[in-house]
């Protein structure tokens, strides 16, 4: 019994190591052409009407960590065989439980970005698209006191989003 077990272990573990070294298949859900070996992605630009002194170095910063984490692509600063760039377009606090003595029993901290997406080694998977994501807190927070980990968690949210986009195909 203990010898089927180990030989079982032993082919799952061939069997992954080969599908991931061809690019096929990790165990990250990512599907990722062998041919891609590099990835650029710039700093994004922020428009939006709110502007966080770090939002763009937090965001690029959690974007480049989940693609260099969730793949085995190298970071080059530009002409990669992928590119990403965008903008941060909006960042919105508004209040979604008004209680009735017209005070806010929580709020929404929302962030939206748009994405460019640009495979050189292949032109028709190229793709620009916006993404969104929020993250709600109690009206009696104090938004400076926790502002910062909620952009984490939108950052965590909107970025895996984008990867699924990108190497998921979801």
């Known amino acids: 019994?203990?010898?089927l077990k180990s030989y079982a272990i032993l082919c799952l573990l061939l069997m992954s190591l080969t599908l991931q070294s061809c690019g096929i298949y990790s165990f990250t859900g990512a599907n990722v052409n062998a041919d891609i070996k590099t990835i650029s992605i710039q700093q994004?630009?922020?428009t939006a009407s709110i502007v966080v002194p770090n939002l763009i170095q937090t965001f690029s910063e959690a974007l480049r960590d989940k693609f260099?984490?969730?793949t085995s692509l190298?970071?080059?600063k530009d002409?990669?065989?992928v590119n990403i760039s965008g903008r941060i377009t909006d960042y919105n606090i508004m209040p979604i439980n008004i209680q009735g003595n017209q005070t806010a029993g929580q709020n929404r901290l929302t962030i939206s970005v748009m994405v460019k997406f640009e495979n050189e080694l292949n032109p028709e998977e190229n793709w620009e698209q916006s993404f969104s994501n929020f993250a709600d807190y109690p009206g009696s927070a104090n938004l400076s006191a926790i502002e910062q980990e909620l952009i984490r968690e939108i950052n965590d949210k909107i970025t895996q989003d984008i990867f699924n986009?990108?190497?998921a195909n979801w």
């Open 68 to 70: 260099l984490t969730q």
């Open 44 to 46: 994004f630009d922020n």
């Open 74 to 76: 190298i970071l080059v």
């Open 1 to 3: 019994m203990k010898v």
């Open 79 to 81: 002409n990669g065989h």
């Open 165 to 167: 986009k990108a190497f």
